[in-house]
């Protein structure tokens, strides 16, 4: 049963809110958006449309955010008035609270995703380290982990590049997840991921420790400009196969799309390579090519401007992208993020998507930063 001071608590919390989002000028704001959506003529320009669109999507989102948290709260005060002329029973009153709690709670750590590219779809890679089989074994356990998050927040998950592993496993994976701030979330994934285990590909039964990187970047739309030298593209073709195996095709529809990259800070030269699998068509691959190449080079662009912003703001924690973050050790059942030191022992629920704690910690603490 909740006690008053709990009551107090998501009640302070729920004020809180709405002065952070200030709820009553992205009323004012919601308004003002929307008159422009009736102006003559609006859709005459699909982009700048649908720009307006989206920028009206995104205020309704926080306003009816909030208001989603001002009701749950308000539920909360009556079944507790309402307990005690027992009209409703504990659990009633319980249940009220939990789902208001968890409200504010998400409501809260949206609000913390506050950088640009936050609200993006995400492009999620995942290479296998050294090790051979072990490794495939453990990017493939990545692969599903990352699924099985997107599935309980109804993200929608498609794969534009897959490479089976020798045995079993995968090579690598590249999925786009798309959803609410999907990037905002997962950008807290970049990094190396470390498994340990008794391998059950190892006939001696030894304790064996695998790697996995993750990689995530802005999955960018058409409404954010980008700058492409076409001249500096060439491709490759390639027999491609799909997720399990199976030929997807026997001509060479699979994209392999070479960027020379020009570091415009220090001049030095860098290939990007991005493959891509995922139609039976060769130029839809070479599309789906193009607008990975566009995401990974927004994505640069904006780690250039946090990397400035950093110098600038001199003190503040730094994240090293690319740096080992997690350990799953198995046999201890125990997952650690090495960042914030935030672990957690259902190692089975980790491994089925259960990921949020870790995002969660992780924003709590370097939300500031990024």
Do not use: C
């Amino acid at each position: 049963m909740i006690t008053t001071e709990q009551l107090k608590d998501i009640k302070d919390r729920a004020d809180a809110l709405y002065r952070y989002l200030q709820i009553d000028a992205k009323k004012i704001e919601l308004e003002e958006e929307q008159l422009r959506t009736q102006a003559p003529g609006f859709w005459d320009n699909a982009k700048e449309a649908e720009a307006q669109m989206k920028k009206v999507k995104d205020i309704e989102k926080w306003i009816n955010g909030y208001k989603a948290v001002a009701d749950a709260t308000e539920e909360t005060e009556l079944a507790l008035d309402f307990y005690k002329e027992e009209m409703v029973s504990e659990q009633e009153v319980d249940d009220a609270y939990n789902n208001a709690l968890k409200l504010i709670e998400d409501l809260e750590l949206r609000n913390m995703l506050r950088q640009e590219a936050d609200g993006m779809d995400a492009v999620l890679k995942i290479n296998s380290g050294a090790g051979g089989t072990e490794a495939q074994d453990w990017a493939q356990m990545l692969m599903r982990m990352y699924q099985r998050w997107a599935e309980a927040h109804k993200y929608k998950v498609r794969i534009s590049n897959f490479q089976d592993g020798d045995e079993a496993g995968i090579k690598t994976v590249t999925m786009e997840i798309e959803g609410d701030s999907a990037y905002g979330y997962l950008k807290s994934e970049n990094g190396v991921h470390r498994l340990v285990r008794v391998s059950p590909y190892n006939a001696q039964g030894k304790r064996m420790t695998s790697f996995a990187s993750v990689f995530v970047t802005p999955l960018v739309d058409d409404s954010i400009e980008v700058v492409i030298d076409k001249s500096k593209i060439s491709w490759d073709l390639f027999r491609s196969s799909g997720a399990g195996g199976q030929n997807v095709n026997k001509v060479e529809t699979g994209v392999r799309l070479r960027y020379q990259y020009v570091d415009p800070d220090t001049g030095e030269e860098e290939e990007i390579l991005i493959e891509n699998t995922e139609t039976r068509k060769q130029q839809e691959n070479r599309e789906n090519a193009l607008r990975l190449l566009r995401s990974q080079l927004y994505d640069r662009a904006l780690k250039r401007k946090m990397e400035a912003q950093a110098k600038i703001e001199a003190g503040k924690k730094k994240i090293e992208w690319g740096s080992q973050i997690r350990s799953y050790v198995f046999d201890d059942r125990r997952v650690k993020d090495h960042r914030t030191n935030y672990q957690a022992s259902d190692v089975g629920g980790v491994m089925d998507g259960k990921i949020d704690d870790f995002i969660k910690a992780y924003l709590m603490e370097f939300a500031g930063d990024q």
